[in-house]
């Protein structure tokens, strides 16, 4: 159902405090997070391995968790280190633990095989702490499979359509067709309108004095990972070519995290290079994204529900849907591969088993 072998955003760097425990669930595991007293986040499964109570309704000793059924106290490796009225602990008694790594300012866990959780594979987001660009934190709730948000963000023609007084604009941006190409692990969307009106967020934060020129650039990767170089120069001047004198410019971070098959967390933020030293353009722009967002959940909710009454039903493809379609080929693609690896696991495990039932009946 979820690719485990990746990194997934789990938060953001303020949700997870030295003092409290902060638990979230990720890919259908409830995740405990919380910071020991030297700031290493720790990342425990959020249920006691005794009669699974969730540890965060215990309470922290130090860098220590206790449950508060039975009170068992657990350290941060997940080990039991006491159980009241019995001095033996069993070997097993441990919760298990999650790689877990905070970069600029999102919090990345790995929920899969942990000898696989190699850090070189997090996305670079830098423009989220960058001091030469400034965006404030967004998260959103949505009730809906997480699939259904990428197909959203794989195909930006609905703009005109969903967002006509936030992020889009008008026709001739919708018609204008997107350059894809496959990359490691997803897609590269390169879109470009040219001589079109600036939509209304843009027109909020400059005065343009006539029509833009309009790119959004970004990749789409596994897990559910949005990158995107985005913006607009005056019409004419070449910034298609590199050309961006008099250009805003964004670099929007966006995670897709799956909480449940029907529910997904949203991470997201809109870091711009422009009018930096005002809080209130800031303010402005993610005002505006965030509106634009409420709307995309409000169709993609709708869209839900229709599908929830009707789940035979077949959609038809059009070529607005070729980055969508690659997307879910890579997704796809990987659950398979990890399918086969799972099954060649417990392959292996069966004919060990096997083997050490054969010598203890020799003995």
Same mark, same amino acid.
């Given at each position: 159902?979820?690719?485990?072998?990746?990194?997934?955003?789990?938060?953001?760097?303020?949700?997870?405090?030295?003092?409290?425990?902060?638990?979230?669930?990720?890919?259908?595991?409830?995740?405990?997070?919380?910071?020991?007293?030297?700031?290493?986040?720790?990342?425990?499964?959020?249920?006691?391995?005794?009669?699974?109570?969730?540890?965060?309704?215990?309470?922290?000793?130090?860098?220590?968790?206790?449950?508060?059924?039975?009170?068992?106290?657990?350290?941060?490796?997940?080990?039991?280190?006491?159980?009241?009225?019995?001095?033996?602990?069993?070997?097993?008694?441990?919760?298990?633990?999650?790689?877990?790594?905070?970069?600029?300012?999102?919090?990345?866990?790995?929920?899969?095989?942990?000898?696989?959780?190699?850090?070189?594979?997090?996305?670079?987001?830098?423009?989220?702490?960058?001091?030469?660009?400034?965006?404030?934190?967004?998260?959103?709730?949505?009730?809906?499979?997480?699939?259904?948000?990428?197909?959203?963000?794989?195909?930006?023609?609905?703009?005109?359509?969903?967002?006509? +007084?936030?992020?889009?604009?008008? @026709?001739?941006? #919708? /018609?204008?067709?997107?350059?894809? %190409?496959? *990359?490691?692990?997803?897609? =590269?969307?390169?879109?470009?309108?040219?001589?079109?009106?600036?939509?209304?967020?843009?027109?909020?934060?400059?005065?343009?004095?006539?029509?833009?020129?309009?790119?959004?650039?970004?990749?789409?990767?596994?897990?559910?990972?949005?990158?995107?170089?985005?913006?607009?120069?005056?019409?004419?001047?070449?910034?298609?070519?590199?050309?961006?004198?008099?250009?805003?410019?964004?670099?929007?971070?966006?995670?897709?995290?799956?909480?449940?098959?029907?529910?997904?967390?949203?991470?997201?933020?809109?870091?711009?290079?422009?009018?930096?030293?005002?809080?209130?353009? +800031?303010?402005?722009?993610?005002? @505006?994204?965030? #509106? /634009?967002?409420?709307?995309?959940? %409000?169709? *993609?909710?709708?869209?839900? =529900?229709?599908?929830?009454?009707?789940?035979?039903?077949?959609?038809?493809?059009?070529?607005?849907?070729?980055?969508?379609?690659?997307?879910?080929?890579?997704?796809?693609?990987?659950?398979?591969?990890?399918?086969?690896?799972?099954?060649?696991?417990?392959?292996?495990?069966?004919?060990?088993?096997?083997?050490?039932?054969?010598?203890?009946?020799?003995?």
């Amino acid at each position: 159902m979820f690719i485990k072998n990746t990194w997934y955003v789990a938060a953001w760097d303020h949700e997870v405090t030295r003092e409290g425990m902060f638990t979230r669930t990720i890919i259908g595991v409830p995740v405990l997070m919380y910071r020991k007293a030297d700031g290493e986040i720790v990342a425990l499964e959020d249920r006691c391995c005794h009669r699974g109570a969730p540890l965060s309704v215990g309470r922290r000793e130090g860098d220590c968790v206790r449950c508060m059924y039975h009170g068992l106290k657990f350290d941060a490796a997940g080990q039991c280190i006491e159980a009241p009225a019995q001095k033996r602990i069993p070997i097993q008694a441990k919760v298990k633990t999650y790689p877990v790594v905070q970069r600029h300012r999102w919090i990345w866990v790995w929920m899969g095989d942990p000898d696989k959780a190699d850090e070189s594979l997090i996305p670079d987001t830098q423009w989220l702490d960058h001091p030469d660009w400034r965006s404030l934190d967004g998260y959103i709730h949505y009730d809906v499979n997480y699939l259904l948000i990428c197909d959203n963000l794989l195909d930006f023609s609905h703009l005109p359509f969903v967002h006509p +007084t936030t992020l889009g604009g008008g @026709a001739d941006y #919708a /018609a204008t067709q997107p350059k894809v %190409d496959r *990359i490691d692990d997803g897609v =590269r969307i390169t879109r470009w309108a040219i001589g079109i009106d600036a939509p209304p967020f843009a027109a909020a934060v400059k005065e343009w004095g006539g029509k833009v020129d309009r790119w959004n650039i970004y990749n789409f990767t596994l897990p559910s990972i949005l990158l995107m170089d985005s913006g607009m120069a005056p019409t004419g001047q070449g910034a298609e070519q590199g050309n961006r004198d008099g250009a805003i410019e964004f670099r929007g971070c966006q995670a897709i995290t799956p909480e449940t098959e029907n529910s997904t967390h949203y991470f997201f933020a809109h870091p711009h290079n422009f009018s930096i030293d005002k809080p209130d353009v +800031t303010r402005s722009i993610h005002e @505006a994204v965030v #509106a /634009a967002f409420d709307e995309d959940r %409000d169709i *993609i909710t709708a869209q839900q =529900r229709s599908l929830s009454l009707a789940p035979d039903f077949k959609m038809v493809a059009f070529g607005i849907d070729a980055a969508l379609n690659q997307f879910r080929w890579a997704v796809n693609k990987r659950l398979a591969e990890e399918a086969a690896e799972d099954a060649l696991a417990k392959e292996a495990a069966s004919v060990q088993g096997a083997a050490s039932a054969r010598l203890a009946t020799r003995g």
